[in-house]
Structures are given as structure tokens and as C-alpha cells.
């Protein structure tokens, strides 16, 4: 009996049209094209503008796409997971809706919540459930409404952060393609560097946590920074000794869209030359969950069956991972 793997066997994505530009920032915050540039790589980003939408509206949107593009019966779908941190609302899940508005009317759904290394975090499930041999099509979707919890009055952070997702499918494989290794770690050590203080169970909502503004994103930049290059790098260049890669043997780097600079210090510590990394940052920002599937949608018709990529993420908790995949087709 061969062993199954899971291997990624379509993709899709979307990402609001509103373009909120450095220049449109500048005139909000006290801030600068050449400062966000120069310190993030970020030029713009995506905003849901929609009234009364969430999460939901971009996964779906996604989602459909990538079914519409890979002829796929969503009917056939086992699973939906959605990786995310800005829910459609606390409680009731917002996979299960997703997967009700897309007619996966068999599947089961949960949300995956681990900051930006949900999308990551939610590759190894997926993948598990495919290699237990029970499962035959997962649907992952990594979707963000990061407006919905920024400040536009507080410039550390409404520079970075754009809205997005990206969803793709998880199939059995039998030819040795799909996820070969992965490397995930958390440390609570995060917890106080980036959070939104109320609105949980801690510190639930009230006029007094309204009045001081704690239900907005809130980031130790600095902090987070150090952490996240050397945490990404570190994973990044074990998984690769690991599994014996040289980087003449990586044909891509997927990396978490959070700083450019962030990006080209994991890439760095790989030896890896700029074209082998996926980069789209300077159009969407850090849409969190997103990042990765968003990549992969922007790059797919640049990628070739058998093609060793290695992802990476780093993410509020904190939470960070390296994952090595074989990439399973051609282009279409
Ligand atoms: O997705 C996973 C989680 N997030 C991340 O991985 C993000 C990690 N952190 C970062 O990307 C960076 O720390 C930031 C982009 C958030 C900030 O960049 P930085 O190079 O760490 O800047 P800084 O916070 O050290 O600030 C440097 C200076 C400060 O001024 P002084 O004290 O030197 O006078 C800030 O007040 O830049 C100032 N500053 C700004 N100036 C213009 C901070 N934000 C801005 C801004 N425009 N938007």
C-alpha cells in the first residue's frame, strides 16, 4: 500500500477593491510614503469597505473561486477550516458559515485561531486529516478583516495591516507530493507584545473599554520585530538542514507578508536569491491568515509540479513554523 500525502491541489483568492495608499495614510497619520517603504515594504493595501461585512464575505469569495477554477463540486468537500483572527463574531464559527454559503453542505468546519501563523498552523490540520486516509478533500481558507480591529489614528500600526483572503484545497497524493516536513512552535511569551485587550473573556466589552480604545490591534513593534526575525530564520534554515536542502534545491520561499525586512532576514540566513521568494506585500500589507494563501494565488501560474517550497510564518501568541511542501501540478 502506498502512503498517502497531502498535497495542495488548487487555489484561490481575493482581496477587496478599495486601495488604501501611503498616500491616503500620510494624510490620516503622521507618516510618509518613503518612511512605510523604506521600513515595511508595504505601498498599499486592500480595505473591505462593504457595509455589514466580515471575514466571511472574503472567504467566500475565495473560496468560490477556487471552486469555480478547479471544477470542483463543493458537495464533494469533507472539511472546511478557517484559519483566521478577526472572526465574523465571537461564538458561532465562521467556517461553518462559509461552508453553508459555498454549498459544502457535507463537510464539517471550525475556525483556527493562532494570529498570523493561522493559515500555517491550519496547513499541518489539513494535511492530517488527509494522511489519516478518512478525509479526500479539505478546504483551507486563511481570510482577515484586519480594518476591523486597527486604529487609523495610531501610525505603528495602520500602515502595516490590509484585509484579504486566500483559501486552497488539501487532496490525498500517492506520488510523494505535498507537505513533507514541518516545524511549529509557539511561546506565550508573546502574549503581552501583541493583543486587543478587551473584548475577550478577560476584559469583556464595556463603555469604559470603548472610551479607551482597547479593542484595537496593539503591537510592541520593536519586540515583535526581534522575535519574528530571528524565530522565522531559525525555523526556516532547520527545516531546510533537516530535509537536506541547499538552497539550490528550493525553488521557493513562501513567507508570511508581516515586513519586508522580516521576509529578506529569513531569506538571507537560506542563501536564497530574491527571486525565489514570493513577495506581494507592496500590494496588500500584512492581511495576516491571508499572507501565505495570497502568495501562493499571485504565484501559481509560476509554479511547477515537483517544486520544493518551503513556507514561513511568525505571528502574534507567538506563534511560528516552517513548512516543506513538494508542490503537486503544473500550471493550468
Ligand atoms: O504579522 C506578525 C506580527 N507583526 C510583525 O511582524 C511586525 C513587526 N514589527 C515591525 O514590522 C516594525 O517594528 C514596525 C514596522 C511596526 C515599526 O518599525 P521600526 O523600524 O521597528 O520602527 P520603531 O517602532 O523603532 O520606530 C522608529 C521611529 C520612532 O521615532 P523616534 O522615536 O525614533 O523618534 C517612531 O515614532 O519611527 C517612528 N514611527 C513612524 N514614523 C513615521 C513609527 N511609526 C511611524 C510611521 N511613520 N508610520
Redesign the pocket.
Known sequence: MSTITAAITAVGGYVPEYVLTNEILSTM????DE??TS??GVKERRILKEEGQGTSFMAIKAAQQLLSKSNTNPEDIDMVIMATATPDMPVASTGVYVASQIGAVNAFSYDLVA??SSFLFGMSTAAKYIESGRYKKVLLIGADKMSSIVDYTD??????FGDGAGAVLFEPNTEGLGVQDEILRSDGIGRKS?KIDAGGSILPPSNQTIADNQHYIY?D??T??KF?VSNMADVSEKIMKRNNLTADDITWLVP?Q??K??IDATSRRMNLPEDKVMLNIHKYG?T?SATLPLCLFDYENQLKKGDNIVFAA???GFTWGAMYVKWAYDPK
Open positions: 497619520v503622521d507618516t510618509n518612511w512605510i521600513r515595511t494570529a498570523c501610525r505603528t500600526t495602520c500602515i502595516i501583541l503591537q513593534g520593536k515583535v520585530f519574528a508570511h508581516a515586513n525586512r522580516i500584512n495576516t511568525f505571528g502574534g
